[in-house]
T-cell receptor, first 116, second 114 residues
């Protein structure tokens, strides 16, 4: 069964500090997809980034970067130079190709509080 | 792209009443999902439609829950004989075909059962 674990519950940082969110996943599928979503206080889940299991290249997109390590089943996410608008709950999610659809299994989320 | 819209945003009902929520997905998206989210938790999958066909249902979806997508466009989620444990945020999402396509979520319907 697919499972996503986000161990940290709430993380507080001072504005301009970097914040890294940890995500560990479990799957028996060999092809899968990993996502990070942001849920601001308004409630709407916003897609941030996606990584395919067969592509371990780490990337940077603006202030976001991610570190995908298949060997440790981890997909960590970093916000560089945090801003107050980054305050939100961040969810890591996994979908498995064997299901034939893009149903997501979510972790419990990390509450990020950026202090001005 | 007008986004996924859900109606109503909030619903307060008394235990035992029936409620129905509506979701309008992004027009060109053939896949539609319903999720439920309780406080402090991540969204939990309820059911999935591809066009008008309901292809997958979670064990969380008891007999009191039913979902439809009659013409492959909008969808409805009905809860019969509501219980206090049904209080949650109900989220709808849609996506185009493609296993790695991200889901696009609506703002959700917050249900409170008193």
């Amino acid at each position: 069964a697919q499972k996503v674990t986000q161990a940290q519950t709430e993380i507080s940082v001072v504005e301009k500090e970097d914040v890294t969110l940890d995500c560990v996943y479990e799957t028996r599928d060999t092809t899968y997809y990993l996502f990070w979503y942001k849920q601001p206080p308004s409630g709407e889940l916003v897609f941030l980034i996606r990584r395919n299991s067969f592509d371990e290249q780490n990337e940077i997109s603006g202030r976001y970067s991610w570190n995908f390590q298949k060997s440790t089943s981890s997909f960590n996410f970093t916000i560089t130079a945090s801003q107050v608008v980054d305050s939100a709950v961040y969810f890591c999610a996994l979908s498995e190709a064997r299901r034939g659809n893009n149903r997501l299994a979510f972790g419990k989320g990390n509450q990020v509080v950026v202090i001005p | 792209d007008t986004g996924v819209s859900q109606d109503p945003r909030h619903k307060i009902t008394k235990r035992g009443q029936n409620v129905t929520f509506r979701c309008d997905p992004i027009s060109e998206h053939n896949r539609l999902y319903w999720y439920r989210q309780t406080l402090g938790q991540g969204p939990e999958f309820l059911t999935y439609f591809q066009n008008e066909a309901q292809l997958e249902k979670s064990r969380l979806l008891s007999d009191r829950f039913s979902a439809e997508r009659p013409k492959g466009s909008f969808s409805t989620l009905e809860i019969q004989r509501t219980e206090q444990g049904d209080s949650a945020m109900y989220l709808c999402a849609s996506s185009p075909p493609g296993l790695n396509s991200p889901l696009h979520f609506g703002n959700g319907t917050r249900l409170t059962v008193t």
